[in-house]
């Protein structure tokens, strides 16, 4: 079948901000922060509808923003939520710690909750000590483990630590982790393949200089990818410099499929089903 997307034709200069709107089945934004946008939802989502973006993730870094995460998700049928300590704001919350883990494992109850997210390693920012960082990581790994939900991890500049206590708290099924905002390179791609885990693109991977990013994306399994916002962070190109949101994922969704040379369609179909895989819905 041919596709208008096909190889020879990028199309990730297009659309403009008027976006026109991915073919069916659409994406999705697996990684997001509505609360932190501080739009009212209604207009982004609709805005995301119109891109083709279907359905997104909102995702929790502290208590207040995993409790609008969940209460959003049950108010709005294409809202789906993650509920975590990031882990720069974990030293915090840790005077709390059991009531805290406590009611995230509660949020975590909820179906709309599809992750327990977002958590991992922030070595990049000092924000909190890494050994106390490493408790809350493996804290939220329990609930994850004790619930079901997908893992969605926080990685930056901590690659090694990371991958060792995922390899400790393993096995891991297949699709059940999500690296969010991949930022390994090709090396680190192929050791997330050999393990199943999920390789969540932000719109980074479309900058000048990321050639790393784009190399690490060329070696990530089709079928191990998904995308994503971070919004308001990372805008991809051609917006940078504008706030980011949930339609933008249409860019980088448009961008991968070009880098992958895979049609436009395929993709947005292999998308859906990984999505479906990790988050269960
Ligand atoms: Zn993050
Ligand atoms: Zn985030």
Redesign the pocket.
């Known amino acids: 079948m041919s596709s208008p997307n096909g190889p020879g034709v990028p199309s990730s200069g297009s659309p403009g901000s008027g976006a026109e709107a991915l073919p069916a089945p659409g994406g999705l934004d697996s990684?997001t922060?509505m609360d932190i946008l501080g739009l009212p939802v209604e207009g982004v989502l609709a805005a995301a509808r119109s891109a083709g973006i279907g359905r997104v993730v909102n995702?929790g870094c502290d208590l207040p923003s995993s409790r609008w995460s969940a209460s959003r998700a049950a108010e709005y049928d294409d809202v789906y939520a993650a509920v975590a300590i990031h882990p720069n704001e974990v030293s915090t919350v840790d005077a709390k710690r059991d009531d805290v883990l406590a009611e995230l494992s509660s949020l975590a109850e909820s179906a709309k909750v599809v992750a327990i997210g977002?958590t991992g390693l922030d070595y990049y920012r000092d924000h909190a000590d890494p050994a106390l960082q490493r408790e809350w990581f493996r804290a939220h790994i329990e609930i994850a483990r004790r619930t079901g939900k997908a893992l969605m991890i926080?990685d930056r500049e901590a690659h090694e630590d990371i991958l060792s206590i995922l390899e400790d708290t393993g096995p891991w099924a297949p699709y059940s982790v999500i690296f969010?905002c991949f930022s390994g390179d090709a090396a680190m791609a192929r050791r997330c393949a050999e393990a199943g885990y999920v390789m969540s693109f932000a719109g980074n991977v479309t900058f000048k200089n990321a050639a790393p990013l784009r190399e690490a994306a060329q070696v990530a399994p089709v079928e191990l990818m998904l995308a994503e916002t971070?919004a308001p962070f990372l805008t991809p190109v051609p917006h940078r410099g504008k706030p980011n949101s949930p339609a933008m994922a249409a860019h980088t969704i448009r961008f991968l499929a070009d880098l992958k040379n895979v049609p436009l369609d395929e993709f947005c179909a292999r998308l859906q089903s990984t999505a479906a895989s990790t988050f269960a819905w």
């Open positions: 990684h922060h995702v977002e926080h969010h971070d």
